[in-house]
């Protein structure tokens, strides 16, 4: 018997027969109509391709703190290694005694993730069973309808008003087959935002069989006094969870740690369906070290905060405009086509983000960097655009 691949059909020939499995055609009905989440393109990929040096380029591309680790994150790391071959902390015990602590939570209400994508994805898959809405707004992170196909559930995009989410329309969008609303506070790619009130008219309006799910992955960066803290609404609505995370201003992306806050009954659902070690060692002790880190979490937010007005102002003087931002990021309007101002950008060692898979085609999205990286965007811009406009 030999067996022979063709592209995505596996065909086995067997003794004069052949049987044709084409493993494409035989996913479950939401798979067949995912696409590949598209990340940031990667420092070493750029440098390969151009042949450049890795520190001749600028990533701006994947919302990432510019500062880099923190130097009590990297120490922490160092001392973990002891302990490689023993399996995690499957409770990560102290990580949410840390969060609980500082949060002033119910540890029992934590549950970590493997990036809070991970937490995301187990909301999908304890709740909703194949052909169960899910309501998220046009415009909206990527991993709500990757996690809601994955799992065959049927996503429910509303229509974005201003770039952002429209309330009064997500509430409109809630069926009998709702399981879940996604909400990201604020907004990425967009960067938008919502206040207290809006939100909390919503979350009255929304039955409490529906779970509201409050992605919060920016908001240590965020002071404004209309910017609502969703913890203080968990003891309001028992179909409430937070999503934060350990990726953004805590500067720990790549080790991929994130959590949510809820009710210890969903926390306790939740803990079913997840992988017994789904946040590794390193993770578990770098969050806990970035936790009690507060030096770092306030340079990082000053860094950011500065940032985003160096952004804005160079953008200004180009005469673009930009949707306000609250994250670490801007988005803004090239007046071209995005996707060839991004590889104009590339040619000259920067790499931002095309939006154009959220449906914002003229867009690209820019992260803030040090002041260093942002003016190396600023200063790369005129002559990409000039270019994009030539062709
Ligand atoms: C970056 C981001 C996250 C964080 O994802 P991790 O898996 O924790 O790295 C979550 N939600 C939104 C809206 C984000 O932009």
Redesign the pocket.
């Known amino acids: 018997m030999t067996a022979g691949f063709d592209k995505k059909a596996l065909v086995i020939k067997v003794q004069g027969g052949e049987v044709s499995c084409d493993f494409a055609q035989q996913t479950t009905p939401g798979v067949s109509r995912l696409k590949p989440y598209q990340p940031g393109k990667p420092i070493s990929e750029l440098a390969r391709e151009l042949g450049l040096d890795e520190k001749a380029i600028v990533k701006l591309a994947s ?1 990432e703190n510019p500062l880099g680790p923190s130097e009590k994150v990297v120490a922490t790391l160092q001392s973990e290694c002891a302990d490689l071959a023993r399996y995690p902390d499957g409770s990560g015990y102290q990580l949410k005694q840390a969060l609980a602590a500082k949060l002033s939570v119910d540890p029992q209400g934590i549950t970590l993730g493997n ?4 937490v ?1 994805d187990l909301i999908v898959r304890a709740w909703v069973s194949p052909g169960d809405e899910v309501v998220f707004s046009e415009h909206a ?1 990527a ?1 709500y309808p990757i996690s809601t196909l994955a799992a065959s559930g049927q996503p429910v995009q509303v229509p974005a008003k201003d770039y952002g989410h429209d309330l009064v329309a997500m509430a409109a969008a809630i069926t009998d087959k709702t399981r879940v609303v996604f909400i ?1 506070n604020p ?2 790619p967009t960067g938008n935002w919502l206040d207290r009130d809006a939100l909390k008219t919503f979350l009255q309006s929304v039955p409490e069989r529906v779970l509201v799910v409050l ?1 919060e ?2 908001c240590e960066y965020i002071d404004h006094p209309d910017y609502p803290n969703g913890l203080d609404w968990l003891a309001d609505y028992p179909n409430l969870v937070v ?1 934060r ?4 201003i805590y500067g720990l ?1 790549s080790l ?1 740690v ?1 959590y949510s806050v809820s009710s210890v009954a969903i926390a306790e659902v939740l803990n079913r369906v997840r992988q017994p070690f789904n946040v590794n060692s390193f993770a578990l002790a770098a969050a806990v070290a970035a936790l009690a880190d507060e030096d770092y979490v306030a340079r990082s937010k000053a860094m950011n905060t500065d940032g985003l007005r160096q952004l804005e102002q160079g953008l200004d003087v180009l005469g673009l405009s930009y949707i306000p931002s609250l994250g670490n990021f801007i988005t803004f309007d090239t007046g071209h086509n995005g996707e060839q101002v991004y590889q104009t950008l590339l040619k000259r060692g920067v790499i931002v983000r095309p939006v154009t898979g959220y449906g914002l085609p003229a867009h690209l999205r820019v992260s803030v960097g040090t002041p260093e990286e942002n003016q190396a965007f600023l200063d790369a811009l005129p002559a990409a655009l000039s270019e994009v406009a030539a062709l």
């Open positions: 919302n990036g809070s994508n991970d995301l992170f991993v990201a907004n990425n992605d992955a920016y999503t995370t350990f990726s953004k992306a991929r994130g």
